[in-house]
């Protein structure tokens, strides 16, 4: 049973670039959340995308944007760059269980994305 | 807004003893889910435990276990038998329940394991 994985590893990037990042989801899950998690904080969230569309949206500038696709894998989008994007990207999955939410997110191993 | 906060940055156990991490959170919700969640070096996040708040056992998962207590809104994670395998990154997460598709978790600035040999 695959588990959540993410792609690339690791990226580097200068100021002002755009990046995208890559989660596809346990198999069976359907929702998957993004966290930032910077050097030697706890992770901090971004959005979490169900059915395609974008249900939350943590305190990111617009600068952040996503994607979901039918087969339920999403994109973390990041543009114009700033030195302070740089940390390790999280993408978590889970289930929504219909009246009850989402059970328990399991996590990829990240995406280290460093801004010089 | 829900808070979560860990006050010990860094703690250290004898392989073998055990040791206990606390947590504490702040919300006015009265259901909820709490989780530990370790961070090894290799940076995956893996599932520790969990605990639903409606449930008034405290979750047990092989040597670890936690004393929840609501009231006090308190969540400590006890290791037993601590293994050199334990040391890492442990974060505590609180997730509302809010029955519908946007359930984020909260984290708390986390506490750093080691296991003394």
């Known amino acids: 049973d695959a588990g959540v994985t993410q792609s690339p590893t690791h990226l580097i990037k200068t100021r002002g670039q755009q990046v995208t990042l890559r989660c596809s989801p346990k198999?069976?899950?359907?929702?998957v959340s993004w966290y930032q998690q910077a050097l030697g904080q706890g992770p901090q969230f971004i959005f979490q995308?169900?059915?395609?569309?974008?249900?939350q949206r943590g305190n990111f500038p617009d600068r952040f944007s996503g994607h979901q696709f039918p087969n339920y894998s999403s994109e973390l989008n990041v543009n114009a760059l700033l030195l302070g994007d740089s940390a390790l990207y999280l993408c978590?999955?889970?289930?929504?269980?219909?009246?009850?939410?989402?059970?328990?997110?399991?996590f990829g191993p990240g995406t280290r994305l460093t801004v010089l | 807004a829900q808070t979560v906060t860990q006050s010990q940055p860094e703690m250290s156990v004898q392989e073998a003893e055990t040791v206990t991490l606390s947590c504490t959170y702040d919300?006015?919700?009265?259901?909820?889910?709490l989780f530990w969640y370790k961070q090894p070096p290799s940076r995956q996040m893996i599932l520790v435990i969990r605990?639903?708040?409606?449930?008034?056992q405290n979750a047990t998962e092989n040597r670890f276990s936690v004393n929840f207590q609501k009231a006090a809104k308190s969540f400590s994670l006890k290791i037993s038998d601590s293994q050199l395998g334990d040391a890492a990154m442990y974060f505590c997460?609180?997730?509302?329940?809010?029955?519908?598709?946007?359930?984020?978790?909260?984290f708390g600035t986390g506490t750093l394991l080691a296991v003394q040999p």
């Open positions: 978590a999955s889970s289930l929504v269980i219909k009246g009850y939410g989402t059970d328990t997110q399991y």
């Open positions: 198999s069976g899950h359907d929702t």
């Open positions: 995308y169900y059915e395609e569309e974008e249900r």
């Open positions: 919300t006015s919700e009265s259901d909820y889910y």
């Open positions: 605990q639903e708040a409606y449930k008034q």
């Open positions: 997460a609180y997730r509302g329940d809010y029955g519908g598709a946007t359930n984020k978790l909260i």
